[in-house]
């Protein structure tokens, strides 16, 4: 993979990535020797994991982690178990892991895995099998001080269990700090689990103080229900706000009034579908809906869209349609550079991935710091250093769009750049070493 410029092959989202990278690096003063060390991820494994299935047969799944850079500190990232997990798609969210992980200013480089398999098909003894296995291929490829996997698409605190568990076993000493994302009795931060949520919660709470909303004239369409969905759906339906349309993978609902998110979360939770909820459950009855498709939804008349499935749902084919003048980025990668260009003409405010969603890494800094000293800290600890964090930065991004007159996607590189920069800066720089000759 070389560097990219505007003119290359689009859509494709490693150099997606490097086109957004390079618009960035012009508002800057990263060198460019640190620019250049971006468009190349650090180290790359390719594994093929041999899983013995429960009929006895043997299947062998191939799965990737990619350490895309370690200036600010070891590569953190999730890890996502999904049929259509690909490399270039691998390397382009590393590469947004290193940026989200400069714009909260955590002391983590990016990284990021996956393996190609639809998690669904599995028992939970061949998941089992499969992730610890992964572990095992793996081998120091990752470590408390070089790459700390968490949970991503598909991935749960269970998973990342029996992997702190199998990498304890190889290293023969209990190392909780290897996997961030775990379950609370075994190493696991209080408020991880609804973290991301949260962190995208904040970001709203900030611009309802700046812009001075009023919840409840804010209607609000969110696509995918899994975690961060449900999370932010939950935290803004218990502040007022009208959250009027969900959707996953099967389809959507709205309702003018707003939904009834506690209800709905619950019978999502017992169900797979949420149609399948809503024209068999008894949530029917409480809130009547109407179906929507997943793109009907994106395009609907809105206040704020949260996208929280996959990436590259808002395209240049849709992106024209939006209605919503406040996009929360809550999956990674959401829309393409090409739609981003279309809604930043159409001056959307889009809070981007890298801040929307960096909520789940921060309290995964937390875990890590915590697993490392050995002290927990209470639920309350935990999401005020959050807010502490999100808003602090969410500010400090207002600052540099003022002042460059940049939006916010933009910005939001500006400032991780310019911190991966000085990072890497301190090692030297050709500008250092010609000043000592
Ligand atoms: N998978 C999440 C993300 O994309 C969390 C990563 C982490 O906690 O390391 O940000």
Redesign the pocket.
């Given at each position: 993979m070389t560097a990219s410029s505007s003119s290359q092959i689009p859509d494709q989202p490693f150099l997606d990535a490097l086109n957004r990278l390079d618009l960035a690096a012009e508002h800057t003063s990263i060198p460019g020797e640190a620019l250049q060390r971006l468009k190349h991820p650090q180290s790359i494994a390719e594994v093929n994991i041999p899983t013995r299935m429960d009929d006895g047969s043997l299947r062998i799944f191939k799965g990737y982690r990619v350490r895309h850079n370690d200036s600010r500190g070891p590569g953190?990232?999730?890890?996502?178990y999904h049929p259509e997990v690909d490399l270039e798609e691998v390397k382009a969210?590393a590469f947004?892991?290193t940026c989200?992980c400069a714009v909260v200013d955590l002391p983590?480089g990016g990284?990021?895995g996956g393996i190609i398999v639809n998690p669904k098909e599995l028992s939970p003894l061949e998941l089992e099998r499969l992730s610890r296995g992964f572990i095992r291929t793996l081998g120091d490829f990752i470590g408390p001080e070089t790459d700390?996997?968490?949970?991503?698409?598909y991935t749960n605190s269970m998973i990342m269990g029996w992997m702190m568990d199998e990498y304890s076993k190889m290293v023969r000493k209990r190392t909780l700090s290897v996997v961030?994302?775990k379950p609370i009795p075994i190493g696991g931060s209080l408020g991880?689990h609804e973290?991301?949520g949260r962190g995208g919660y904040y970001c709203l709470k900030e611009l309802e103080a700046k812009q001075g909303w009023k919840p409840r004239d804010i209607r609000v369409a969110i696509q995918g229900f899994g975690n961060a969905g449900q999370h932010v759906a939950r935290l803004l339906h218990h502040d007022g706000y009208r959250v009027v349309a969900v959707s996953d993978s099967k389809g959507g609902i709205y309702h003018r009034d707003g939904l009834n998110v506690p209800e709905l979360i619950e019978a999502k939770n017992r169900r797979t579908s949420l149609q399948e909820v809503y024209c068999t459950d008894s949530v029917c009855d409480l809130t009547k809906a109407d179906f929507m498709t997943n793109d009907e939804l994106l395009r609907s008349d809105v206040d704020v869209l949260i996208p929280a499935a996959l990436g590259g749902v808002i395209t240049r084919e849709n992106a024209n349609d939006i209605q919503a003048e406040v996009i929360l980025e809550m999956a990674?990668g959401p829309i393409t550079s090409k739609a981003d260009t279309i809604l930043s003409r159409k001056k959307k405010l889009v809070i981007p991935?890298i801040l929307a969603?960096?909520g789940?890494?921060?309290?995964?800094?937390f875990?890590w710091t915590q697993n490392r000293t050995g002290w927990y800290w209470k639920q309350e600890e935990v999401n005020s250093k959050l807010a502490e964090i999100i808003q602090r930065e969410l500010d400090a991004l207002f600052s540099v769009m003022q002042e460059k007159q940049l939006d916010m996607r933009t910005a939001a590189y500006v400032a991780a750049l310019n911190r991966i920069g000085e990072a890497v800066g301190c090692l030297g720089t050709q500008s250092y070493y010609q000043q000592q000759i």
């Open positions: 953190k990232g999730g890890i996502r969210l947004w892991m989200k983590f990284a990021k700390v996997p968490a949970p991503d698409v961030t994302g991880r973290a991301t990674n991935d969603n960096a789940g890494v921060t309290v995964s800094y875990e």
